[in-house]
T-cell receptor, first 116, second 112 residues
């Protein structure tokens, strides 16, 4: 089955700096890679995703890159703000893009702390 | 709640007891999932169901059971066979059109 590794487990930055979180996956058939943000005691919420036919996607201060050959993808947050502080999870699945449903395999999570 | 409701929010169980966590959705989606979250381990899939009266084991199904008698409901039972049940349990629906897993608010289960 799929295995997703996420690094680093904790990340501390100063407000305004950039933050990068990296994930690797094992199943070359995976074709959908979402990133979730989870605040303390709350549910994970999707912040950005990328499909295997795209190399990069950007949404305001957040961007995700995908390298299918190396089987890794990364989350980039620019101009970080204290409200970006949360746990971030990457995930992978083969279920997107058609009539098939998928099950997500998650990375272990990264605790991001943005200091004012 | 975004159309998916988990209850209760907090649940306490004595050792040796079975307990059932509720997950209800009113969005008419076929696929529903149960995940378990432990500190530092991310989310792990327990069971999932793609249609009524059918479900499959995920990566950590031992000690759990589910049913899918109605499209809108996917309850999870934590049995006494689950040796370490204290965790945060999240139910999710798969929104096929947007290809997004949308999570409920979660149930925090504590064994006392």
């Amino acid at each position: 089955g799929e295995n997703v590794e996420q690094h680093p487990s904790t990340l501390s930055v100063q407000e305004g700096d950039s933050a990068v979180i990296k994930c690797t996956y094992s199943d070359s058939a995976s074709n959908y890679f979402p990133w979730y943000k989870q605040e303390l005691g709350k549910r994970p919420q999707l912040i950005i995703d990328i499909r295997s036919n795209v190399g990069e996607k950007k949404d305001q201060r957040i961007a995700v890159t995908l390298n299918k050959t190396a089987k890794h993808f990364s989350l980039h947050i620019t101009e970080t703000q204290p409200e970006d502080s949360a746990v971030y999870f990457c995930a992978a699945t083969t279920g997107a893009g058609g009539t098939s449903y998928g099950k997500l395999t998650f990375g272990q999570g990264t605790i991001l702390t943005v200091h004012p | 709640d975004g159309g998916i409701t988990q209850s209760p929010k907090y649940l306490f169980r004595k050792e040796g007891q079975n307990v059932t966590l509720s997950c209800e959705q009113n969005l008419n989606h076929d696929a529903m999932y149960w995940y378990r979250q432990d500190p530092g381990q991310g989310l792990r899939l327990i069971y999932y169901s793609q249609i009524v009266n059918d479900f499959q084991k995920g990566d950590i199904a031992e000690g759990y059971s589910v049913s899918r008698e109605k499209k809108e409901s996917f309850p999870l039972t934590v049995t006494s066979a689950q040796k370490n049940p204290t965790a945060f349990y999240l139910c999710a629906i798969w929104v096929a059109q947007g290809a997004e897993a949308f999570f409920g608010q979660g149930t925090r289960l504590t064994v006392v």
